[in-house]
């Protein structure tokens, strides 16, 4: 069973860097497309970032500039590099991959605060 894992989330002030990550486990064949989603509260869940085959890479306009994408193919694992961050880029962060269906991870929550 297919199984994503999110980390590196925390408590982090305005301006500063966070780096998140999401390993997959439980994999036969690589991951082409995976995402990472994030949901403040009260709203409604938005794509943050998407890196995709040949790691062709989508952003949120919000985020761009300021996150990066990326993804080791030997670990089977991606990386959300956030810089400059806001207090707007508050919410819990979900990673996503499509293989066949839908996964998600369980969230790691980013809290941007003075």
């Known amino acids: 069973q297919l199984k994503l894992t999110e980390s590196g989330g925390g408590l982090v002030q305005p301006g500063g860097s966070l780096r998140l990550s999401c390993a997959a486990s439980g994999i036969f064949f690589p991951i082409n497309t995976m995402a990472w989603y994030r949901q403040a509260p009260g709203k409604e869940r938005e794509l943050v970032a998407k890196?995709?085959?040949?790691?062709?890479?989508y952003y949120l306009d919000s985020v761009k500039g300021r996150f990066t994408i990326s993804r080791d193919h030997a670990k089977d694992t991606i990386y959300l590099q956030m810089k400059n961050v806001k207090p707007e880029d508050t919410a819990v962060y979900y990673c996503w991959g499509l293989q066949g269906r839908e996964y998600w991870g369980s969230g790691t929550q980013v809290t941007v605060s003075p």
């Open positions: 890196i995709m085959e040949r790691d062709d890479t």
